[in-house]
C-alpha cells in the first residue's frame, strides 16, 4: 500500500508560479510511474503531466506543455510539479497518483487557484 500526500497549493495571482509536491510513504515509488491530474468544478479529471518510473521519459498535457515540469527525487520518495506562468484555468484540484501494472493509489489532493 502507498499513501500519498500532496501539498504547495494555495493561490497565486496570474502569471505567477507553485511548485506542488507528493510524498509518499509505506512503499518507494521508484519502481511507479507517477502522474498529476487534476479537476477543475464542474470538470472531468484531466491528466496534466505523467513521469516513467525511470524518470527517462514525461508527457504534458497540450494545455500545460512548456508551463508545467513534473519531476522525481526517488532518495526523498517524493514527486514534485512545477508551474509557471499559471492561468486562472489552471484553477483546479490537484491531484498525484502512483501506478504501476493493476495498482493505483491517489493521493487526496490540494487545491491550486489562479486569480486574474
Known amino acids: 500500500q502507498v499513501q500519498l500526500v500532496e501539498s504547495g497549493g494555495g493561490l497565486v495571482q496570474a502569471g505567477g508560479s507553485l511548485r506542488l509536491s507528493c510524498a509518499a510513504s509505506?512503499?518507494?515509488?521508484?519502481?511507479?510511474?507517477m502522474n498529476w491530474f487534476r479537476q477543475a468544478p464542474g470538470k472531468e479529471r484531466e491528466l496534466v503531466a505523467s513521469?516513467?518510473?525511470?524518470?527517462?521519459?514525461?508527457y504534458y498535457a497540450d494545455s500545460v506543455k512548456g508551463r508545467f515540469t513534473i519531476s522525481r527525487d526517488d532518495a526523498k520518495n517524493t514527486v514534485y510539479l512545477q508551474m509557471h506562468s499559471l492561468k486562472p484555468d489552471d484553477t483546479a484540484v490537484y491531484y498525484c497518483?502512483?501506478?504501476?501494472?493493476?495498482?493505483?493509489?491517489w493521493g487526496q489532493g490540494t487545491q491550486v487557484t489562479v486569480s486574474s
Open positions: 497518483n502512483a501506478e504501476r501494472s493493476t495498482f493505483r493509489y
Open positions: 509505506g512503499r518507494t515509488l521508484s519502481s511507479y510511474a
Open positions: 513521469i516513467s518510473w525511470s524518470g527517462r521519459s514525461t
